[in-house]
Nanobody
């Protein structure tokens, strides 16, 4: 089992920045992809960004050019740098890790961290 713990959420004004961290309880070397998702009230959980074990990244169109995902395998941590924040970015942000176990993908989730962009 791997536990993922997010941190770094909070209140920020439009145009501001936050950096989210996702710390894993053990090595993330086995996670072939890690990502951030977000869920606003009354909405489904949506993909924000992913990063593979090889460092390939993908982003939702709504955050391209503003958010940057990175991973530090030595620290077992994934980050999401969020710049130029907008009110629409307000949501609970969840960290996700995917591992292949006996040929099947297993998902791991954190408990979420709240990001609120207010004016």
């Amino acid at each position: 089992q791997v536990q993922l713990v997010e941190s770094g959420g909070g209140l920020v004004q439009p145009g501001g920045s936050l950096r989210l961290s996702c710390a894993a309880s053990r090595s993330i070397d086995s996670m072939y992809v890690m990502g951030w998702y977000r869920q606003a009230p009354g909405q489904q959980r949506n993909l924000v960004a992913t990063i593979t074990s090889g460092g390939t990244t993908t982003y939702a169109d709504s955050v391209k050019g503003r958010f940057t995902i990175s991973r530090d395998n030595a620290k077992n941590t994934v980050y999401l740098q969020m710049n130029s924040l907008k009110a629409d970015d307000t949501a609970v942000y969840y960290c996700n890790g995917k591992a292949l176990i006996i040929g099947n993908t297993r998902d791991y989730w954190g408990q979420g961290t709240q990001v609120t962009v207010y004016s």
